[in-house]
Structure formats: C-alpha cells, structure tokens
C-alpha cells in the first residue's frame, strides 16, 4: 500500500520567491466564447479569491469592449468600482483611493482566436509525417488533412484542396538531415509553391518548412517566390530516425497562434493594462506554467496535470526539464491517461457528474479558473499560491 504525502500548509520554497503585493490583485481571460475574472483581496497577510465571474463574450468586439464589460459586471457584484468611465481603463489609479481602491496589478491572459487549422504536406505517410502530427497535437492548433507526395501529385489538384479546407497553416515535413534528401524535399517544395501561387493571395495559408535542413535554404528560397507568403522554418522534427523533435514544431504554431492574437483590436490597449512584467499569453500556456510551479513547489519529482477546456491539455513536468511535455486532445474520461504517461495528479475544469474523478488525482479545481490566477504569478506569486492553495485547487490527500 502506498501513501501519498501531505501537502506542505507553506512550501519552503515560497521564501525565495518576490514579496507579493499587498493591495488588489486582478487577472481576466478573454477566451473564444467567454470573458473571465477573478479578484484577489489580501485578508489579513493572506490572498483570497473575493470573487470572480465569468460572462460571454461579446462577439468580434474591441477587446477593451471585453475589458470593460467584466469589469464592471465583476466590480457590481462585489460593490466596488473596478472600471475607470472616464480613463476608459480598469482602475489602476485612483482619486480616492480609500473609497475605490485601484487595482495594484493586471494580469491578462488571451485565448481569443479559434485554434490554428493546419494541413501537413509529407513526403511520406510514415516518419516525419508522425512527427509532424505529434507537434501539431503538442500546440494550440488541429490537424484538418494530410497531402503525402506522390507521382501522381499535382500543384493544381493539391491548391483546390488547400482553397477548400481553408488551413491557418501548411506544415512541410520529410527527409532525414542528409544531403541526400535535398531532391525529393525540393520537389515536395516546389509542388507547395505551385499549389499556393494558384490560390488567392488572402487565401494563403502561412508555411512553416520542418523538413530535411540540409534542404531548407533551398526549400526556402523556392516557397519565397510566391509573393507575399508567410514563411518560416524550424530545425527539422525527424533529422534521424531515432530522434524526433515534435515539440519545436508544436513550439512554432503556438508563436503564430500568438502572432494572430497581437492584430486583433484592442491588443495593445491589454499590453498597456497588463502590469505584469512577463507576456501576456494563452489560458493553456498558464496551465503549463501551473503545473510547472506547483511541481518545484511542492518539490516534486513528476507532476503530471489536466486541463479540462474546448480541448483537454496533458502537461507533463518532469524535474531538471525545463520543457515540460504538453499533448491537446479532445476530450474523453475514459482516456484521461496518455500512452507512457503517468496519471494526472492535479486536474483543473469541470467533470462529468457520472465519471468517477481519476483515483490518482490529488488537487482539483473545479471552476477551471487556476490557469486564469496563475497569470499573476510573475507578479505576486505568494499571493497566486495562497488563492490556489485556498480556494481553487482542492486537496483530495
């Protein structure tokens, strides 16, 4: 019989973290469909959840729109002003602060845009192709379809495909890092080129090349011929048979995914609120980051964690990784535990009523709202504990 051991009341670890501030601690999430905030209020030397809301999203609005509906919804619940009328801006400074204390700080996480859809282009149906499958179900984004290259491929056929399925992205994958491979990568190369010439130009979808290096400056070269296409390249994920490297594909979506999110309105407005010093990310990256901390907190050697959104996020963090291993997958009780992963231990979201919860987890949030406070850990990571420790993440033992 094993036993699990207790959960530390106060991780030595918290000393040498930044002292947390001592005023009101805000972190909102503007999502797909919703907007959410929740509220920190130092109570005696100890941070706790005052409340929170979430609310729906107000269609394709200036995200300052989104802003100011949660604030005052949230701020009219609790009796306090959270808005700013006249600044147009959360209350970050106040005339009267005794009468309506101003936040101290804003953290904003932004899932905003629908998840990238992206279309894999292989040289062949095995190898690099898995791969590249492997780095997509690692990012914020879904595999719509598969081209693999074949003698009967043709530029037109796989451009009307492309018009129809209406991919964010095309990834471009084959061919180990030998010089060998330069030739049959530059003909997949220059199929993708002809492919995304014919298509209209606001049709195009962006390419990331994560083929054979020895082949991309080539493969390059000849994708940059279409005028105006975006374009990027990631060391290749298969260079050996033996040694895949997925996650630097997964990596690359997610910096796109992001870079969509900066042109939506209202971007800059949320960096300029945004108090904390670190970027603004996704609500998944937050439950990566998550699982990451209460790990190193809780000095454990593998914490295995989660998410239950749109879509389910496995993290795995494992000690002295930095990286820890992320997997998105629709979501499904009955497949809660991934091939050669251990069982979640902390499990954020809803769950469904006639499942029973996995015997192996030992804290549950069940509002989903965690990665939403752990925006604030940058700033008042004390205070991100204590919210979590106290009101969200229930200890099971």
């Given at each position: 019989?094993?036993t ?7 991780p030595p670890?918290?000393?040498?973290l ?8 805000l ?25 929170w ?6 269609g394709?609005?200036?995200?300052a ?14 009796g ?10 959360p ?31 292989g ?26 290259l ?5 530029a037109?056929s ?12 095309l ?18 190369t220059?199929?993708?080129a002809g492919?995304l ?7 195009r979808?962006?390419?990331i ?21 975006n374009?990027?390249?990631?060391p290749?994920i ?8 997925p996650a ?7 910096e ?30 937050n439950?990566?980051r998550?699982?990451r901390t ?8 593998s914490?295995c964690g ?11 963090s ?13 979501p ?7 091939p ?22 030992r804290?549950?949030d069940?509002?989903?709202l ?5 925006a ?7 205070a ?14």
């Amino acid at each position: 019989m094993t036993t699990t051991p207790p959960r530390p009341a106060n991780p030595p670890e918290l000393r040498l973290l930044p002292p947390a501030a001592s005023g009101t601690l805000l972190a909102l999430s503007i999502e797909l469909q919703r907007v959410r905030g929740c509220l920190l209020e130092n109570i005696s030397g100890v941070y706790r959840l005052a409340g929170w809301l979430a609310i729906p999203r107000l269609g394709e609005r200036h995200l300052a729109d989104q802003v100011a509906g949660i604030c005052r919804q949230l701020g009219n619940r609790l009796g306090r002003k959270l808005w700013d009328d006249d600044a147009h801006a959360p209350l970050l400074r106040s005339a009267f602060p005794m009468r309506h204390p101003p936040i101290e700080q804003l953290a904003v996480t932004l899932s905003a845009r629908p998840y990238l859809q992206v279309w894999i282009v292989g040289l062949t149906g095995s190898n690099s192709l898995e791969a590249a499958r492997i780095g997509v179900d690692s990012s914020a984004a879904q595999l719509s379809g598969v081209t693999v290259l074949g003698v009967d491929s043709r530029a037109e056929s796989l451009s009307q495909t492309l018009v129809e399925a209406r991919p964010d992205v095309l990834v471009l994958a084959g061919g180990y890092d030998l010089p060998e491979a330069t030739p049959p990568v530059q003909v997949l190369t220059t199929l993708a080129a002809g492919a995304l010439a014919r298509m209209p130009r606001r049709a195009r979808p962006a390419v990331i090349y994560a083929g054979s290096q020895p082949a991309a400056a080539q493969a390059e070269a000849t994708l940059r011929t279409v005028e105006g296409l975006n374009v990027a390249t990631v060391p290749n994920i298969l260079p050996t048979p033996e040694r895949p490297r997925p996650a630097l594909l997964g990596q690359a979506l997610d910096e796109h995914y992001w870079r969509l999110c900066r042109r939506l309105d209202g971007f800059a407005l949320l960096e300029e609120w945004a108090t904390s010093p670190a970027r603004m990310t996704t609500v998944e990256a937050n439950f990566v980051r998550l699982v990451r901390t209460w790990r190193t907190l809780h000095a454990l050697p593998s914490l295995c964690g989660l998410y239950c959104g749109e879509r389910w996020v496995h993290v795995w963090s494992v000690a002295n990784h930095p990286v820890p291993a992320v997997v998105y997958a629709e979501p499904d009780p009955a497949q809660t535990v991934l091939p050669g992963w251990p069982a979640p231990q902390l499990l954020s979201g809803p769950w469904p009523d006639r499942t029973p919860l996995p015997d192996e987890v030992r804290w549950w949030d069940r509002s989903g709202l965690a990665p939403v406070v752990a925006a604030l850990g940058p700033v008042a990571p004390g205070a991100m504990y204590s919210a979590l420790s106290h009101d969200l993440l229930l200890h099971l033992g």
